[in-house]
């Protein structure tokens, strides 16, 4: 390796030679991110999907770091391009977040299956953190990876855990599969990272103290005030948000449009930094105000903000996406790693599978037993489910994190093991994820397949020609499987029960909050802007001066 020059003495000597190794640091970082986003153009324009654009991204961080790694330059200039997790997890992070509750374009389907998602982010975490720690552990008593404690192996299993959805769900929304598919993916995996840092947290307070049934109980408590109270840290900050425009004239008076954009940008990082001040998540509280803001407050707004704030919040998306997978690929020269772990890393490989299946699978019966047939996962979604447990920046974060919580004898092999995790699901999982989809028939016009159903799979087959909407949750049901639902009722059966409760539920849901709640945060104008199916951005102000078309996509009713 080339030697180093002795720049820190001449920063010490000189301020302006930091100065200046900090501005090319940034002018790196951002030509990088230039470079990943033209090659995303690329792989869109070729039609490449055998490699994502986050895979790409990854693997142009990977060669970057290895030119800063064997290049003469300063500690300065590389810690300010490494992998930093406060930059990550305050700047990169919450934007990502929120752009996915705030343009959710399936937010019935997501509600509607909201307890199948809890199900998977909450039981199936906790699941997979212990399948995953147990089986590290007995490897590490038979000698045959590196030896950790049953607490270590345990941390390890709550990191590798959390799954990153930014590939699959990428691919997912360009080739449209099915509506609930993709609500489950997303929902299971943005809950999941929450449950994930929670469970991190949570045990690493177990190194300083003993593990008992009471502070076991007591931290399944803390789990739950975390969760709730993070709910309605994003639902009232995003409620507030909702009257502050309904009793200001931003949406009447044209100058005042470019403020009432600001304004709207600055609510979701209020909640995110209140939750996480509190000790609570940040990542649930700006997943439910932005979805809160989309249904009580986007309304409120002027057609020109409305198409401006889901612009931006895509856009800010997009390049915290890119250069979180950047930052990663640094990472894997300019982090201290430990490369000899290769044992450990083939059981946590192991490890990691069983885990995620004893996750969805289980999960997927449990949650069968319940609904009635057209309601059921079938076997294509479960297995798609399955292997789109790609691991990203939130395990990676809290594997650098872990050398401080579990000593670097410890965390340096996890490190190192959770980076060549990520870099392979992103890689052979992202790439392969198309393909997948075409073959399980995964698109929206496809029928399901039940589990363990032949003769719906051949009635699958046999449908391809005539598309039909199996995927969403308000498809037309057909005459067999409405007669079926009623028999199932009739006869008494849970899940025809549940189902009818959940009807009935839903249906006076949404007459409470038409009738009553809508009512107290919507204004009086923007009535036709929820009467409408679709609404066309590209309309003029009241004083009939054009608005910038800025976003060609439509605004989705509010339901």
């Known amino acids: 390796m080339v030697e180093h020059l002795d720049y820190e003495e001449l920063a010490k000597e000189n301020p302006e030679v930091e100065e200046r190794w900090l501005s090319f640091s940034v002018l790196l970082q951002l030509t ?16 490449i999907h055998y490699i994502h654009e986050a895979g790409a991204a990854l693997l142009l961080g990977v060669f970057v770091g290895g030119i800063v790694e064997f290049s003469n330059t300063s500690q300065t200039f590389r810690e300010h391009v490494n992998f930093s997790e406060d930059v990550f997890f305050l700047f990169l992070l919450p934007p990502i977040i929120f752009e996915s509750g705030y343009n959710m374009e399936h937010t019935k389907q997501f509600f509607g299956n909201f307890g199948a998602i809890c199900m998977f ?111 309605a840290i994003g639902m009232v900050v995003a409620l507030l948000a909702s009257l502050l425009f309904k009793y200001t004239h931003f949406k009447t ?39 809160t803001m989309a249904t009580y407050m986007r309304p409120n707004l002027s057609p020109f903000s409305q198409a401006a704030t889901m612009t931006i919040f895509k856009t800010l998306a997009k390049l915290a996406e890119s250069f979180i997978f950047i930052y990663m690929g640094v990472a894997a020269f300019l982090s201290e790693q430990k490369w000899d772990a290769i044992p450990f890393l083939l059981v946590a490989i192991l490890a990691m599978l069983a885990g995620r299946a004893a996750n969805v699978y289980p999960n997927t019966f449990l949650i069968n037993l319940n609904r009635v047939p057209e309601q059921k996962i079938p076997a294509n979604q479960a297995f798609m489910m399955n292997v789109s447990g790609l691991r990203g920046a939130i395990a990676f974060a809290l594997a650098l994190n872990s050398s401080a919580v579990i000593g670097e004898e410890a965390g340096k092999p996890i490190l190192t093991c959770t980076l060549i995790i990520v870099v392979l699901t992103v890689l052979v999982i992202g790439g392969s994820t198309s393909t997948l989809i075409d073959k399980l028939q995964l698109r929206e016009g496809h029928r399901h397949v039940l589990l363990g159903s032949m003769e719906d799979q051949e009635q699958a087959e046999e449908g391809d020609s005539a598309p039909s909407n199996a995927g969403s949750a308000t498809q037309p049901i057909p005459e067999n499987v409405e007669s079926s639902r009623n028999s199932v009722i009739s006869t008494g059966g849970v899940g025809g029960i549940l189902e009818k409760l959940k009807e009935v539920s839903e249906s006076s849901f949404e007459h409470v909050n ?9 204004r009086k104008d923007c009535e036709h802007i929820e009467g409408l199916e679709l609404v066309d951005l590209r309309v003029t102000s009241s004083s009939d001066t054009p608005v910038p078309q800025i976003l060609p996509p439509p605004i989705l009713k509010n339901a």
Not at 256 to 278: D, N, W
């Open 32 to 47: 990088v991110l230039v470079i990943a986003t033209l090659l995303a153009y690329l792989l869109k324009r070729w039609r």
């Open 121 to 231: 982010a909450f039981l199936g975490t906790a699941v997979s953190t212990m399948v995953i720690g147990l089986v590290v552990y007995m490897a590490s008593y038979l000698n045959i990876c590196y030896p950790f404690s049953l607490l270590e192996s345990l941390i390890f299993g709550s990191l590798i855990s959390a799954t990153d959805p930014v590939t699959v769900l990428a691919i997912f929304q360009e080739l449209g599969v099915q509506s609930d598919l993709y609500c489950l993916v997303f929902g299971e995996s943005v809950l999941n990272d929450a449950v994930a840092i929670v469970l991190f947290r949570t045990l690493s307070t177990f190194t300083t103290e003993p593990a008992t049934a009471g502070s076991l109980g007591a931290a399944l408590g803390t789990f739950l005030i975390i969760f709730l109270g993070s709910v």
């Open 253 to 291: 008076d044209q100058d005042l449009h470019s403020m009432e954009t600001c304004l709207v940008v600055i609510f979701p990082y209020c909640a995110y930094t209140c939750a996480e001040g509190l000790e609570l998540s940040g990542i649930v509280a700006i997943l439910f105000c932005g979805i």
């Open 514 to 522: 038409g009738t009553y709640i809508k009512p107290i945060f919507h």
